[in-house]
């Protein structure tokens, strides 16, 4: 009887360590796929993840800036990201050489030329 009972233990354990062993049912068969698909990069450093959730490169991945930083060119450059009627808004009409832009829910005062921060509205959208 106790005998009976230590297999049954031994085969309870042993169960769902053998369905961690295999891998999962879109992999069958394919086990090289299946690693490539699971291979972890921390060998590429901290923070490295090519597949960031908003698809920029690693350290374009900061959507805050600060008076004085430059926003990425192509904020200033592309229209669809430019506050076309600021008083609607309540804010002010932009100097000569600079530009509303929308980064998600903040807005920024930037130079058109070079992206620098003169002023900025956080959370305005939201």
Same mark, same amino acid.
């Given at each position: 009887?106790?005998?009976?009972?230590?297999? #049954?233990?031994?085969?309870?354990?042993?169960?769902? #360590?053998?369905?961690?062993?295999? !891998?999962? !049912?879109?992999?069958?068969?394919?086990?090289?796929?299946?690693?490539?698909?699971?291979?972890?990069?921390?060998?590429?450093?901290?923070?490295?993840?090519?597949?960031?959730?908003?698809?920029?490169?690693?350290?374009?991945?900061?959507?805050?800036?600060?008076?004085?930083?430059?926003?990425?060119? #192509?904020?200033?450059?592309?229209?669809?990201?430019?506050?076309?009627?600021?008083?609607?808004?309540?804010?002010?009409?932009?100097?000569?050489?600079?530009?509303?832009?929308?980064?998600?829910?903040?807005?920024?005062?930037?130079?058109?030329?070079?992206?620098?921060?003169?002023?900025?509205?956080?959370?305005?959208?939201?």
């Amino acid at each position: 009887m106790k005998t009976l009972l230590i297999a #049954a233990a031994a085969v309870a354990l042993a169960l769902p #360590a053998s369905a961690l062993a295999r !891998p999962h !049912p879109d992999y069958q068969g394919d086990r090289e796929r299946y690693e490539r698909d699971h291979r972890g990069d921390h060998h590429r450093g901290k923070g490295y993840d090519k597949r960031h959730p908003h698809g920029m490169p690693p350290g374009q991945a900061k959507t805050r800036w600060n008076r004085g930083d430059h926003v990425p060119r #192509a904020y200033v450059t592309e229209p669809s990201h430019h506050i076309r009627e600021p008083a609607q808004y309540r804010l002010r009409q932009p100097p000569p050489g600079y530009q509303w832009v929308r980064v998600n829910n903040d807005v920024y005062l930037a130079q058109t030329q070079t992206g620098l921060i003169a002023d900025l509205v956080l959370g305005l959208f939201n």
